[in-house]
């Protein structure tokens, strides 16, 4: 078997598509996460705090120095990347949680149990007109 006819079908089974489609959407979601964070959720905690703009939180180690650039430690910048982190498990822990409620609701649902054969029938209607006699 050739390789690109192996990659073929490996590109083709349903599992690489589907990964696919979640991590395009994963990244999608991010972006709009990362938004949130930065645009809607952190700007009135930083007023609330005596406006501080976290993503501009830093540490200088070293200043500049001609062409060499500052060393600086941008811890408001991983603040903000640990909020986006939170936000992201937590939806992630709802969506789980809600598909495993809908599972449980599946799964306790039980099957009505299978009708008697028609020769079962017929056995069961001879069995009563024999005891009645």
Do not use: C, H, W
């Amino acid at each position: 078997m050739s390789v690109i006819k192996e990659f073929k079908e490996f590109t083709i089974r349903g599992n690489v598509v589907d990964m696919a489609v979640g991590i395009i959407i994963g990244v999608a979601f991010g972006k709009i996460v990362s938004s949130l964070v930065n645009d809607v959720i952190m700007p009135p905690i930083g007023m609330l705090l005596g406006g501080v703009d976290f993503s501009e939180l830093m540490i200088t180690m070293k200043e500049a120095a001609g062409e060499t650039p500052a060393v600086v430690l941008k811890y408001g910048v991983f603040i903000n990347t640990i909020i986006d982190f939170v936000i992201v498990a937590f939806i992630i822990f709802l969506l789980v949680k809600g598909m495993n409620k809908l599972k449980k609701k599946e799964e306790a649902a039980p099957a009505p149990p299978p009708q008697p054969s028609r020769e079962e029938q017929l056995l069961t209607e001879i069995r009563d007109v024999l005891k009645s006699r």
